[in-house]
């Protein structure tokens, strides 16, 4: 099962039910990973247009949703992300239910939503190197998906 299938599944109760936090059916664990995102991307202080644009395609390419479903977990995940006062949670669900690659993959993400912008702040590198430690994503391996990021960008 890839990582973003299991997206689709990592976040709802033993019975099979989602997260009763979850809104306008919502999946909870979709809105974990989206929050986790906005929590990078403000980091720096803004909340970039291209940031939201790049969570917005990561949301409707990696994990299978429409334009209008992306909006709405968007929407969701800015408003529950500016709730929380701590990752931890995001990242305990994700640390329990996603293998090394899963984790990886999932970090690879949001150093692309760090360099939307261009510009990696050190808020941003150091909520990066918080979340790989609670990810249990070692810092060479953040290190390397850092860079792939950049190259990819064209910032190196």
């Known amino acids: 099962m890839s990582i973003f299938a299991k997206l689709g599944t990592f976040f709802t109760d033993e019975e099979g039910s989602n997260d009763s936090q979850a809104s306008n059916n919502i999946d909870a664990k979709k809105l974990a990973a989206a929050a986790l995102m906005v929590e990078v991307a403000v980091q720096d202080g803004e909340f970039a247009d291209q940031e939201q644009k790049v969570i917005k395609k990561s949301l409707i390419e990696k994990l299978d949703l429409s334009d209008t479903e992306a909006e709405e977990l968007l929407s969701a995940a800015i408003d529950k992300q ?3 006062i701590q990752i931890l949670s995001f990242t305990r ?21 760090v360099f939307a912008d ?10 990066m190197r918080r979340i790989a430690g609670l990810l249990y994503v070692s810092d060479k391996k953040s290190g390397e998906l850092r860079k792939k990021i ?5 910032l190196i």
């Open 150 to 154: 950049m190259r990819e960008n064209n």
């Open 82 to 84: 500016s709730q929380s």
């Open 93 to 113: 669900d994700i640390k329990n239910h996603f293998d090394e690659e899963g984790r990886a993959d999932i970090m690879e993400m949001l150093w692309g939503i």
């Open 118 to 127: 261009g510009v990696e702040d050190h808020f941003e590198s150091n909520l």
